[in-house]
């Protein structure tokens, strides 16, 4: 079976800085795998996603995610946070219709 | 756009209520979800659809019902509301062939 691993509850970073937020994930064959972000009461918003292809994958908002086959990685990342980038993110993998997510991170971006 | 609805924001039940929760989806989307989400543990699937009077358990389905009669239609219930069931649920739809679920903005249940 299975499984995504977010090994931070919290990530916490000054505006203007580079961001990442960190997804690991167990899976037998390829994975697709997913990065949705909650804003406050509000539902999941799907931002990017990996199927095949380039490695580093560009979805919205500005950010990004790097498959890394070899360390069963896809961090999310952004070159400069925004405030408005606070939020819970969710990192999810797929495979054989079967979508597992993670826990979550809850990302605070300072002033 | 894909829009997802739920028909409530908040509810509050009282324990051994039978509850239901409703989802509209309007891009004739075949799959359905309904997910809980509570803190730490992020989304567990408790039923899914693929189709009309089509119905598949999930992760946590005890305790839970569904019901499609329509394809945009997609019902959890509850049969006997308990306080383990507090939480937010969220329903997703899913257009066959792709990846991308679509939430809906989900239902925060409280049940007393």
């Known amino acids: 079976a299975q499984s995504v691993a977010q090994p931070e509850d919290q990530v916490n970073v000054a505006e203007g800085n580079p961001l990442t937020v960190k997804c690991t994930y167990s899976v037998s064959g390829n994975p697709y795998l997913f990065w949705y972000v909650q804003y406050p009461n509000r539902g999941l918003q799907f931002l990017l996603k990996?199927?095949?292809?380039?490695?580093l994958v560009k979805g919205s908002y500005g950010f990004e995610a790097e498959f890394n086959k070899s360390q069963t990685s896809f961090h999310l990342k952004k070159p400069s946070a925004l405030v408005s980038d606070s939020a819970l993110y969710f990192c999810a993998v797929e495979n054989n219709n079967d979508m597992r997510f993670g826990a979550g991170t809850r990302l605070t971006v300072k002033p | 756009d894909v829009k997802v609805t739920q028909s409530s924001r908040y509810l509050v039940k009282r324990t051994g209520e039978k509850v239901f929760l409703e989802c509209v989806q309007d891009m004739d989307h075949e799959n359905m979800f309904w997910y809980r989400q509570d803190p730490g543990l992020g989304l567990r699937l408790i039923y899914f659809?693929?189709?009309?009077?089509?119905?598949e358990k999930g992760d946590i389905p005890e305790g839970y019902s569904v019901s499609r009669e329509k394809k945009e239609r997609f019902s959890l219930i509850l049969e006997s509301a308990s306080t383990n069931q507090t939480s937010m649920y969220l329903c997703a739809t899913l257009q066959g062939g792709s990846y991308e679920q679509y939430f809906g903005p989900g239902t925060r249940l409280t049940v007393t």
């Open positions: 659809s693929y189709d009309v009077k089509m119905k």
């Open positions: 990996y199927i095949t292809g380039d490695n």
